[in-house]
């Protein structure tokens, strides 16, 4: 078993939909928690950060980490063409490296 | 935010030479860089954390012979594939951790090497 499971779509959905985004993941020492996104042929960016167990909402998005469930999911409400990426889920222990998921391409059409 | 930037943004070269790829942190000191690599569909993979000043530290399997890392400064990391073979076509993003902000990395936009 992986480290961190991600689907990797392809996920396609109509403009102002809410879109869902889910990883899972085995490691319990798993502290911290991030979704970046990456547009084609660039770097990833950062989203969302979040620590521990819990809930964290910027603007149309909302991280939430189920740490008993070792689940974590990213929420975009509104969803809008702009938002058509490559997330990436990514988690490290205290100390540790990052793990990433193998990421979910989203396609928000207009 | 903070901005790292890579260098070059793309190369193609022929087997067997030797490709220099440049992270700097723009606007912030970074004292610990790390680089990745993205093959196709896949997640990026670690390959090696630099600390400014000192020799990096290479993830298991990464040959440190064949990719050579030097952290000269705060703002400037370099990676340099040696004697590169198409296997190593692949696409190498740098990202650079603020020393304030120990649970956070910066990315660069990555540098897409094409061996042929």
């Known amino acids: 078993q992986k480290e961190v499971e991600q689907d990797p779509g392809p996920l396609s959905v109509p403009e102002g939909a809410i879109v869902s985004l889910n990883c899972t993941y085995s490691?319990?020492?798993?502290?911290?928690f991030m979704w970046y996104r990456q547009y084609s042929r660039k770097g990833p960016e950062l989203l969302m950060y979040t620590y521990s167990s819990g809930n964290k909402e910027d603007g149309r998005f909302t991280a939430q980490v189920d740490k008993s469930s070792k689940y974590i999911s990213l929420f975009i409400r509104d969803s809008q063409p702009s938002d058509s990426a490559t997330y990436l889920c990514?988690?490290?222990?205290?100390?540790?490296?990052?793990?990433f998921g193998k990421g979910t391409k989203l396609t928000v059409n207009p | 935010g903070a901005v790292v930037s890579q260098h070059p943004s793309w190369v193609i070269c022929k087997s067997g030479t030797s490709v220099k790829i440049e992270c700097r942190s723009l606007d912030f000191q970074a004292t610990t860089m790390f680089w990745y690599r993205q093959f196709p569909k896949q997640s990026l993979m670690l390959m090696a954390t630099?600390?400014?000043?000192?020799?990096?530290?290479?993830e298991q399997g990464v040959e440190k012979d064949k990719f050579l890392i030097n952290h000269a400064s705060l703002t400037l990391s370099t990676l340099t594939v040696t004697s590169a073979h198409p296997e190593d076509s692949s696409f190498y993003i740098c990202s650079a951790r603020v020393a304030s902000e120990q649970e956070t990395q910066y990315f660069g936009p990555g540098t897409r090497l094409l061996v042929l």
């Open positions: 630099s600390n400014e000043g000192s020799k990096a530290t290479y």
């Open positions: 490691n319990s020492a798993f502290q911290y």
């Open positions: 990514a988690m490290r222990a205290e100390s540790e490296k990052l793990v």
